[in-house]
């Protein structure tokens, strides 16, 4: 038996990876980013296959790292890990900043950026892992790195909230909601191949609370 909790326990970081493809410009949010080498500076990433972004950085072998902080609000997340770039503009409406590679980056709610030169890509079915020397690294607060964990238990909306700020469902409705992001679905039975539209994760990630 494998309990999806006990893999919550892992400690991760929580990033935004950009990268572009002409003038098309993309970003998504990932928990795995690491060092691999000190010299030359090496570091690993991996990105879910499904997502826009990997396809990107796949092509173009470029990306950044913008080094979230605890004060990141959830709609940056909601921003970069709840929709797809192949749909939006995510950078619309928000502020940006660009690296020496031309890359976009977040300057708010970030206490570094690393800009990186993919040198090796291995399918690990689900995710690519990504290996890429840094090209460019800067300090840009002193603010302390985001955690998953911090993120689950301090920025992420309680499903139970989301749900009662909702308008009451109809007699005979039942409601259910996304552990991951709180989404809410109103129906008497969740559908078994029913995908969040916010987060993409699928009905097994979803709890009854009414």
Not at 22 to 46: A, Q, W, Y
Not at 186 to 207: M, N, S, T
Request: contains cysteine; negative net charge.
């Amino acid at each position: 038996m494998i309990e999806k909790e006990a893999m919550y326990k892992l400690t991760y970081g929580l990033f935004v990876v950009t990268t572009k493809d002409g003038e098309k410009h993309n970003g998504c949010i990932v928990n795995t980013v690491s060092m691999l080498t000190d010299d030359p500076k090496r570091i690993v990433l991996f990105v879910n296959k499904a997502n826009y972004t990997n396809e990107l950085v796949l092509k173009t072998k470029m990306f950044n790292v913008s080094v979230l902080t605890e004060s990141a609000p959830f709609e940056i997340f909601q921003r970069y890990g709840f929709s797809s770039g192949r749909d939006k503009d995510k950078f619309e409406g928000t502020r940006y900043e660009v690296s020496a590679n031309g890359l976009r980056y977040l300057p708010d709610h970030t206490n570094a950026v690393l800009s990186a030169k993919v040198v090796d890509a291995l399918d690990y079915g689900t995710h690519t892992l990504f290996v890429a020397e840094v090209t460019e690294a800067k300090t840009l607060s002193q603010e302390k790195s985001v955690t998953y964990e911090y993120y689950q238990n301090h920025i992420k909306p309680k499903p139970q909230a989301a749900a009662k700020a909702d308008a009451p469902t109809e007699k005979g409705k039942g409601k259910w909601v996304c552990k991951i992001c709180g989404y809410v679905y109103e129906g008497e039975e969740l559908p078994d191949d029913f995908i969040c539209p916010w987060c993409k994760h699928p009905a097994e990630d979803f709890e009854r609370v009414q």
